[in-house]
């Protein structure tokens, strides 16, 4: 049981899945910031700021799990667009799967705790956006 449970730590306490903790943590911010910076000097429409700092959150999350949590580390043009392509459909994806969850949990069920959902949610799509990242976008191919 002890080999069980030490295997199961290095599969899960390691520096890819501490550095994509940490870089998910530094996107989010990077979300955040954006949108404050467009709303509040830029003067952008909630909704305007909301999908550029979606997007700038989405490119930032690329670039840093390309190089630093997946280590991919071709620069060719032809190996960026082979990334980039499945990694936006993937972010694309799990931010329906978000915005569906809160409707589902809010509306469907009626959890008047909405941030209990978002954080919830959250945590879900942190999951899915990492082993999407992990089994689709950036495969080692050795």
Not at 71 to 86: A, C
Not at 124 to 129: A, E, K, T
Request: hydrophobic fraction near 50%.
């Amino acid at each position: 049981m002890e080999q069980f449970w030490n295997h199961l730590r290095a599969k899960l306490i390691n520096y890819e899945t501490i550095s994509y903790l940490v870089f998910g943590v530094l996107t989010t911010l990077t979300d955040w910031i954006s949108y404050g910076i467009m709303t509040r000097y830029g003067r952008m429409d909630y909704r305007i700021a909301t999908a550029g700092a979606w997007a700038a959150a989405v490119l930032f999350a690329f670039v840093t799990n390309k190089l630093f949590v997946f280590q991919s580390r071709s620069l060719s043009p032809r190996k960026i667009w082979e990334e980039l392509i499945p990694f936006v459909t993937c972010r694309v994806a799990t931010g329906l799967f978000t915005l569906a969850a809160m409707v589902a949990m809010v509306d469907g069920i009626g959890i008047r705790r909405d941030l209990l959902c978002k954080v919830v949610v959250s945590g879900i799509s942190l999951v899915l956006n990492y082993v999407l990242s992990k089994w689709f976008v950036f495969k080692k191919t050795s």
